[in-house]
């Protein structure tokens, strides 16, 4: 079963710093995009960042451009979203997704981020709360 699994979320304090990581279980991130989505309460998924396991371009919402950073592990096994200057507003549910990249669609990663949405594989989440 093809599955993906994220952690790294709890509590931080205003200006702290928390680092999420996905995993997938059941196949390898090689030809995929993924991305980072958030979810608080009462609001509509926001699409945080995302990451082509291909080329290695990378998407970021300008709500947390200068403050998060996604990467991949070498092994292409692993996404991470550090997330720096946290403020209360990032209090959300964060998942990951993924999604194949099909080459001949000729895609870019921000475009990826709307096809995971929709056909993506997802994660079951993980809290992040903001407070002091």
């Known amino acids: 079963q093809l599955q993906l699994v994220e952690s790294g979320g709890g509590l931080a304090q205003p200006g702290g710093s928390l680092r999420l990581s996905c995993g997938a279980s059941?196949?390898?991130?090689?030809?995929?995009?993924i991305g980072w989505f958030r979810q608080a309460p009462g609001k509509e998924r926001e699409g945080v960042s995302g990451?082509?396991?291909?080329?290695?371009?990378?998407y970021i919402a300008d709500s947390v451009k200068g403050r998060f950073t996604i990467s991949m592990d070498e092994f292409k096994a692993t996404v991470y979203l550090q997330m720096n200057s946290l403020k209360p507003e990032d209090t959300a549910v964060y998942y990951c997704?993924?999604?194949?990249?099909?080459?001949?669609?000729?895609?870019?990663?921000?475009?990826?981020?709307?096809?995971?949405?929709?056909?993506?594989?997802w994660g079951q989440g993980t809290q992040v709360t903001v407070s002091s």
């Open positions: 990451i082509s396991a291909i080329d290695g371009s990378t």
């Open positions: 997704a993924a999604v194949v990249i099909e080459k001949e669609a000729n895609l870019g990663i921000t475009q990826y981020m709307g096809v995971m949405g929709l056909l993506g594989y």
């Open positions: 059941g196949f390898t991130l090689d030809y995929y995009a």
